[in-house]
């Protein structure tokens, strides 16, 4: 079936520090990746997306790459700040069919000053 | 474009109860969908209606059910509340091209549910 596993958090970085969040997945053909942000006490927000194979999604300063080769879409930000402090979420949705988002489990991230 | 609102974004209820929650997708949105996220299970998805018309449902108890009307507004329903309700229930729509799921889903803030 389809699945996405994300790094374990939480993450605690130093702020300016460089940011990189794992990801892989586990689907059949070419699905779409997602990575979502969910700030404390809030929604889901789209980060960024990609819909093919070495499509690079970018956001706020993030970026992730579509690798079909290492089916993965690894989450980095060159210089975090104190307001990137959140939980972000890699999903997917497969290439065919009407079938939910599957999210990986979160990975909590703390920025501190 | 005003983005998807979910009501109330709060509500406390004891067991036994029912709720019922609402969703307002984007503007054009036809498709909406419902997740429930607790620490323990992460994000779960519950249905998605298109049309007002359920097209797809995940694993959870009938207790659970949903409904859209011609607007594209959308209610979720929760019957007899256990304990384990408690969690956020989370709303999304997606664009116009009727490819549902698959399209890009816009989550609203969610109703934050307590089942004391």
């Known amino acids: 079936g389809n699945s996405v596993t994300q790094m374990e958090g939480p993450v605690t970085l130093s702020e300016e520090a460089f940011l990189t969040i794992n990801c892989t997945y586990t689907a059949t053909g070419y699905p779409s990746l997602f990575w979502y942000v969910q700030y404390p006490g809030e929604g889901l927000q789209l980060l960024l997306k990609a819909t093919k194979a070495d499509d690079k999604g970018s956001n706020k300063g993030f970026e992730a790459t579509y690798r079909k080769e290492t089916t993965s879409f690894h989450l980095e930000k060159g210089s975090v700040q104190v307001s990137d402090s959140a939980v972000y979420f890699c999903a997917l949705t497969p290439s065919s069919g009407n079938t939910p988002l599957v999210f990986g489990k979160g990975t909590r991230l703390s920025v501190i000053a | 474009k005003a983005g998807v609102t979910q009501t109330p974004r709060y509500l406390i209820k004891t067991r036994g109860q029912q709720v019922t929650l609402s969703c307002s997708p984007i503007s054009g949105h036809r498709s909406v969908s419902w997740y429930q996220q607790t620490p323990g299970q992460g994000l779960q998805f519950l249905f998605e209606?298109?049309?007002?018309?359920?097209?797809n449902k995940g694993n959870f108890p009938g207790r659970f059910s949903g409904r859209q009307f011609s607007n594209s507004r959308s209610e979720m329903n929760v019957s007899t509340l256990e304990l384990g309700d408690s969690a956020l229930y989370l709303c999304a729509s997606s664009s116009t091209s009727g490819g549902g799921l698959r399209d890009t889903q816009y989550f609203g803030p969610g109703t934050r549910l307590t089942v004391l």
């Open positions: 209606y298109f049309s007002e018309t359920q097209r």
